[in-house]
């Protein structure tokens, strides 16, 4: 079973940029859709952008314009690139397969502070 390890979370001030990654322990080649997902405290997990395998792309309404999807099914990798960040994108951030849904990682945490 394929599983996914989040980084490059940390503190940034409100205005600024972080990109995380997702690293698979295996092939995404055939996983349709990854996603972002990200879960602030006392919330619900909310799905912030997903990419299929052909590269169609679909946003959160709050992250459109700000926030970038990529994925490298060579490197088996997602990334997620976050502009113009804001204090409420604060959360954990996980990234999962969109269709199947697979064993959570840990997450990355994002904290937006001044």
């Known amino acids: 079973q394929v599983q996914f390890v989040e980084s490059g979370g940390g503190l940034v001030q409100p205005g600024g940029s972080l990109r995380l990654s997702c690293a698979a322990s295996?092939?995404?080649?055939?996983?349709?859709?990854m996603a972002w997902y990200r879960q602030a405290p006392g919330k619900q997990r909310d799905l912030v952008a997903q990419?299929?395998?052909?590269?169609?792309?679909n946003y959160a309404d709050s992250v459109k314009g700000r926030f970038t999807i990529f994925r490298d099914n060579a490197k088996n990798t997602v990334a997620l690139q976050m502009n113009s960040l804001k204090p409420e994108d604060t959360a954990v951030y996980f990234c999962?397969?969109?269709?199947?849904?697979?064993?959570w990682g840990q997450g990355t945490q994002v904290t937006v502070s001044s």
């Open positions: 999962n397969d969109f269709i199947r849904e697979r064993s």
């Open positions: 295996g092939s995404i080649s055939s996983i349709y859709a």
């Open positions: 990419i299929t395998n052909g590269g169609y792309t």
